[in-house]
C-alpha cells in the first residue's frame, strides 16, 4: 500500500532538454536539400565520356540546370561488393575523403561492359551474375542480381551535390549581377545557411560555401531495416515520413530520451535491409554529420488475365526507399549485395576490420 502511493518517477523528467541539440528543420543542409530537390532538377549521364581504367569505369554526370559535371566512379570489389563515388571533376581544392576507416585499399575485380539499350551502360562482374545496370536520362542505377533488380540509385532524382566556390566578398561584380536573379538575398543566405551558420552561440564559417551531398536508395521488396547506430530506438529502424530523420553525429548525451531518433555517441553510416531469402547492405563512408530519412510504401503491380483488365490481378510489393544527406565530403557508397546476412557481415568486416582481429 505505502508502495502505491509513492510518486512515479518518469525516465523523460531527467531526459536531456532537447533544445539544445537541432532537430532537421534547424540545420542548414536539411532545408537546403529539400528546397532544391521540390524543383527536381535531375542528372544525366555523359555516355561519351565513359571510360575503362585498370580498376574502375568513369563518366561524367551533369546536371541540367548547373552545367557543372561531376565525376562518377564504379568499382568491383571482391566479395560481391560494388562501390560508387561522385566526386566534383575540378574542385576548387580537394573536398574531404575519409582517410582511416577502410583496411586498405579493396581488392577490385574488373566489371566487364555488356551491350544494353540506347541510352543505357550495363557492367557485370566477371560471373555474370551481378550487374550495374545505369540509365543516361535521367541517371539512375539499377543493382541486378540473378535478373531480380535489388536496388536503385537515384530513383527518385535525390542525387544532390554542392560544389565548393569562391568567397562571395571576392567575385567580380559581373558574377554577383548574374546571380541577382536568384533569390540571394541576406536574409536568404543566413537561413539556408550558405557562407555561415548559426546555433546557440555557435557560429559556422563557410570559407568555400556550402558543400553538402545526398543520394536515394530504393530497395524492393524490403521492409525491415536495421543499422546505422548509435540511437535510443527500437532494432529495426522505423519510417521517418511523419517526423525527425536519424542523425549520424558523435555527440556525449546525458540523460538522452528513449525511442527518438536524436544521436547519442557514435556514428556508424551502416544500414542493412532483409527480406526472406536476401539480406543486402549500404555503407556510406562519409564522417560528416549526417541525417537518413527512411520510407516504406507498397508500390501496386497488375497482372492481365485472360477477362481483360478489368479482372487484372493485383499485387502489392512494398519498397523502401533511404535517403542519405550529408554536410560536406563526397558520395562515397559501398553497396553489399549478400546474399545471406553472414555475407554481408563478412563484407563489411572486410572492409573495416570489424570483427577480424576477435
Same mark, same amino acid.
Given at each position: 500500500?505505502?508502495?502505491?502511493?509513492k510518486?512515479?518517477?518518469?525516465?523523460?523528467?531527467?531526459?536531456?532538454?532537447?533544445?539544445?541539440?537541432?532537430?532537421?528543420?534547424?540545420?542548414?543542409?536539411?532545408?537546403r536539400?529539400?528546397?532544391?530537390?521540390?524543383?527536381?532538377?535531375?542528372?544525366?549521364?555523359?555516355?561519351?565520356?565513359?571510360?575503362?581504367?585498370?580498376?574502375?569505369?568513369?563518366?561524367?554526370?551533369?546536371?541540367?540546370?548547373?552545367?557543372?559535371?561531376?565525376?562518377?566512379?564504379?568499382?568491383?570489389?571482391?566479395?560481391?561488393?560494388?562501390?560508387?563515388?561522385?566526386?566534383e571533376?575540378?574542385?576548387?581544392?580537394?573536398?574531404?575523403?575519409?582517410?582511416?576507416?577502410?583496411?586498405?585499399?579493396?581488392?577490385?575485380?574488373?566489371?566487364?561492359?555488356c551491350?544494353?539499350d540506347?541510352?543505357? /551502360?550495363? #557492367?557485370?562482374? %566477371? *560471373?555474370?551474375d551481378?550487374?550495374?545496370? @545505369?540509365? &543516361? $536520362?535521367?541517371?539512375?542505377v539499377?543493382?541486378?542480381?540473378?535478373?531480380?533488380?535489388v536496388?536503385?540509385?537515384?530513383?527518385?532524382?535525390?542525387?544532390?551535390f554542392?560544389?565548393?566556390?569562391?568567397l562571395?566578398?571576392?567575385?567580380t561584380?559581373k558574377?554577383?549581377?548574374?546571380?541577382?536573379?536568384?533569390?540571394?538575398?541576406?536574409?536568404?543566405?543566413?537561413? /539556408?545557411? #550558405?557562407?555561415? %551558420? *548559426?546555433?546557440?552561440?555557435?557560429?559556422? @564559417?563557410? &570559407? $568555400?560555401?556550402?558543400?553538402?551531398?545526398?543520394?536515394?536508395?530504393?530497395?524492393?521488396e524490403?521492409?525491415?531495416?536495421?543499422?546505422?547506430?548509435?540511437?535510443?530506438?527500437?532494432?529495426?529502424?522505423?519510417?521517418?515520413?511523419d517526423?525527425?530523420?536519424?542523425?549520424?553525429?558523435?555527440?556525449?548525451?546525458?540523460?538522452?530520451?528513449?525511442?527518438d531518433?536524436?544521436?547519442?555517441?557514435?556514428?556508424?553510416?551502416?544500414?542493412?535491409?532483409?527480406?526472406?531469402?536476401?539480406?543486402?547492405?549500404?555503407?556510406?563512408?562519409?564522417?560528416?554529420?549526417?541525417?537518413?530519412?527512411?520510407?516504406?510504401?507498397?508500390?501496386?503491380?497488375?497482372?492481365?488475365?485472360?477477362?481483360?483488365?478489368?479482372?487484372?490481378?493485383?499485387?502489392v510489393?512494398?519498397?523502401?526507399?533511404?535517403h542519405?544527406?550529408?554536410?560536406?565530403?563526397?558520395?562515397?557508397?559501398?553497396?553489399?549485395?549478400?546474399?545471406?546476412?553472414?555475407?554481408?557481415?563478412?563484407?563489411?568486416?572486410?572492409?573495416?576490420?570489424?570483427?577480424?582481429k576477435?
Amino acid at each position: 500500500m505505502e508502495a502505491a502511493e509513492k510518486e512515479e518517477i518518469s525516465v523523460k523528467d531527467e531526459a536531456v532538454d532537447k533544445n539544445i541539440f537541432r532537430d532537421c528543420n534547424r540545420i542548414a543542409f536539411y532545408r537546403r536539400q529539400k528546397q532544391w530537390l521540390s524543383k527536381k532538377s535531375t542528372y544525366q549521364v555523359l555516355l561519351d565520356s565513359v571510360t575503362t581504367v585498370e580498376d574502375s569505369t568513369r563518366f561524367q554526370i551533369i546536371n541540367e540546370a548547373s552545367k557543372v559535371p561531376l565525376l562518377a566512379e564504379i568499382y568491383g570489389i571482391e566479395g560481391n561488393i560494388f562501390r560508387l563515388k561522385i566526386n566534383e571533376e575540378s574542385p576548387l581544392k580537394p573536398r574531404y575523403e575519409v582517410p582511416d576507416v577502410l583496411t586498405s585499399k579493396p581488392s577490385t575485380v574488373r566489371l566487364i561492359p555488356c551491350s544494353g539499350d540506347t541510352g543505357s /551502360l550495363i #557492367l557485370a562482374d %566477371e *560471373k555474370g551474375d551481378l550487374r550495374c545496370h @545505369i540509365t &543516361a $536520362n535521367p541517371f539512375k542505377v539499377d543493382l541486378v542480381s540473378e535478373e531480380e533488380v535489388v536496388m536503385s540509385i537515384n530513383s527518385l532524382g535525390q542525387l544532390y551535390f554542392e560544389h565548393l566556390q569562391i568567397l562571395h566578398k571576392q567575385r567580380t561584380a559581373k558574377e554577383n549581377e548574374e546571380e541577382a536573379s536568384v533569390d540571394t538575398s541576406q536574409e536568404n543566405q543566413e537561413d /539556408l545557411g #550558405l557562407w555561415e %551558420e *548559426k546555433f546557440g552561440k555557435f557560429v559556422d @564559417i563557410k &570559407a $568555400n560555401g556550402p558543400s553538402s551531398v545526398g543520394l536515394d536508395f530504393s530497395l524492393h521488396e524490403f521492409e525491415h531495416l536495421y543499422g546505422i547506430p548509435q540511437h535510443a530506438e527500437s532494432h529495426r529502424l522505423k519510417n521517418t515520413r511523419d517526423g525527425d530523420a536519424y542523425r549520424l553525429y558523435n555527440l556525449d548525451v546525458y540523460g538522452y530520451q528513449i525511442y527518438d531518433k536524436m544521436g547519442i555517441y557514435g556514428s556508424v553510416p551502416y544500414l542493412l535491409a532483409h527480406k526472406l531469402g536476401r539480406t543486402i547492405g549500404i555503407f556510406w563512408l562519409n564522417a560528416s554529420e549526417t541525417l537518413v530519412e527512411i520510407n516504406t510504401e507498397p508500390a501496386v503491380e497488375y497482372t492481365l488475365t485472360q477477362m481483360g483488365p478489368v479482372a487484372a490481378k493485383r499485387k502489392v510489393r512494398s519498397r523502401t526507399h533511404v535517403h542519405w544527406m550529408s554536410e560536406s565530403g563526397i558520395i562515397d557508397v559501398f553497396l553489399l549485395t549478400g546474399p545471406t546476412p553472414s555475407d554481408v557481415f563478412r563484407q563489411y568486416s572486410h572492409l573495416t576490420d570489424i570483427g577480424e582481429k576477435q
